[in-house]
Nanobody, 113 residues
Framework: QVQLVESGGGLVQAGGSLRLSCAAS????????MGWYRQAPGKQRELVAT?????TYADSVKGRFTISRDNAKNTWYLQMYRLEPEDTAVYYC?????????WGQGTQVTVSS
């Protein structure tokens, strides 16, 4: 079992920055994939960025978002730069442990134009 708690969402103007954090607890030593997904109103949840043995980014965020982790704190981050109104969504922290997906509660990111 893994528990995930996100923080760091909010309202920002276009061109601004935000950093999301995901604190994991429980069986963190066996997490094989960690990352971020997002879901905008009326749309399906989509991958934003993940860490496995490689770093993967959605094309729409490449060059603007950076995923990173702090193993000592069992925390990973999503640093978002040059935010656009199209980035407005609920952002979910995600972890995969032995083919089981775990999700955080979600944090709202709203980018105003």
């Amino acid at each position: 079992q893994v528990q995930l708690v996100e923080s760091g969402g909010g309202l920002v103007q276009a061109g601004g920055s935000l950093r999301l954090s995901c604190a994991a607890s429980g069986s963190t030593a066996i997490i094989t994939e960690m990352g971020w997904y997002r879901q905008a109103p009326g749309k399906q949840r989509e991958l934003v960025a993940t860490i496995t043995t490689i770093f993967t980014y959605a094309d729409s965020v490449k060059g603007r978002f950076t995923i990173s982790r702090d193993n000592a704190k069992n925390t990973w981050y999503l640093q978002m730069y040059r935010l656009e109104p199209e980035d407005t969504a609920v952002y979910y922290c995600h972890a995969n442990v032995r083919y089981t997906n775990y999700w955080g509660q979600g944090t709202q990111v709203t980018v105003s134009s």
